[in-house]
């Protein structure tokens, strides 16, 4: 998994509430492989509607979105995931977020950046002004644009998984000591049940 330190692009504003794993990934999409790639396919039913951000030019190549509460609620399709990644985005900036999405998210080296509700806000409005380059940078838990700064929180165990580029395997081998230390002991006290 590609590690995420500091990211640095094109925002797209996405002002709205309650975006669910079926707005991002229609169901009818997921028949395909992951080979095969769901970025054409993302948000596809609601890229149909006039102004919708993703269609402007001005966030072309956007790598970063910023949405309201509960982003990525609903079913607990991967896919999503996917299909955000496979179009380029590396984070998604909004006040909450559903919570299988967000777990799925740093397994896959998507950050989910959970900010201020009032930030958001603050972020929509600039971005919607003009297209620009926001910073999230996890290793100080911050997002910036221009002179203006917010923090935002993640779960500390996942801020190290997406800082290090490890899936949850990885996260497991880290504790080879002691994973090898317990086995040692339980040989030890419970002989009977290693045979």
Known sequence: MEKFVAVTAVACPLPLSDVDTDQIIPARFL????????GPYLFHDLRGQAGFPLTDPGYAGARILVARRNFGGGSSREAAVYALLDYGIRCVIA???????????VGNGLLPAAAA??????????????????CVDLTA???????????F?????????????????DLTRSHQTEIDAF?????????????
């Open 31 to 38: 028949n395909r492989t992951r080979a095969e790639g769901y």
């Open 95 to 105: 006040p909450s977020f559903g919570d299988i999405f967000a777990a799925n998210a």
């Open 117 to 134: 509700e009032a930030d958001v806000e603050l972020m929509l409005r600039a971005l919607q002004e003009a297209a620009a380059p926001l």
């Open 141 to 151: 838990c911050r997002i910036s644009l221009g002179a203006q700064a917010w923090g």
């Open 153 to 169: 929180a993640i779960d500390p165990v996942w801020r190290e998984k997406l800082l290090l580029g490890w899936d949850d395997v």
């Open 183 to 195: 086995v040692a002991l339980d040989r030890e006290r419970r002989g009977w049940a290693w045979i």
